[in-house]
């Protein structure tokens, strides 16, 4: 079983970067494809982006291509959550997510809430206007 936790939020203000990490713990995390989804107030959490078990295959929310990359660091049991060009719509607390994924799934990256067992506790983001 595999714990993450969260970090990097804050508060920024529009157009600028933050990059959000999460560290896992135990000596499997390579075996996991990762995730990061987000819940703004009175809203429902959604896809932000994921990356496969490889490291070969991403996918993000249309909103979010070309600001954020998300990418990971087997080494250091690390997924990171690159975020540029920071708008005020991308407030949310954001939770790392994980699935451990066979072989056969080493390049698919999953969208869906229901693809991860495991998640953070999340970490806050606020972009001011």
């Known amino acids: 079983q595999v714990q993450l936790v969260e970090s990097g939020g804050g508060l920024v203000q529009a157009g600028g970067s933050l990059r959000l990490s999460c560290a896992a713990s135990g000596p499997t995390f390579s075996m996991y494809g990762m995730a990061w989804f987000r819940q703004a107030p009175g809203k429902e959490r959604e896809f932000v982006a994921a990356?496969?078990?490889?490291?070969?295959?991403?996918t993000y929310q249309d909103s979010v291509k070309g600001r954020f990359t998300i990418s990971r660091d087997n080494a250091e049991n690390t997924v990171y959550l690159q975020m540029n060009s920071l708008e005020p719509e991308d407030t949310a607390v954001y939770y790392c997510?994980?699935?451990?994924?066979?072989?056969?799934?080493?390049?698919?990256?999953?969208?869906?809430?229901?693809?991860?067992?495991?998640w953070g506790q999340g970490t806050q983001v606020t972009v001011s206007s």
């Open positions: 997510a994980a699935r451990e994924s066979l072989l056969v799934e080493r390049n698919r990256a999953y969208t869906g809430q229901s693809d991860y067992a495991y």
């Open positions: 990356l496969s078990r490889s490291g070969e295959s991403t």
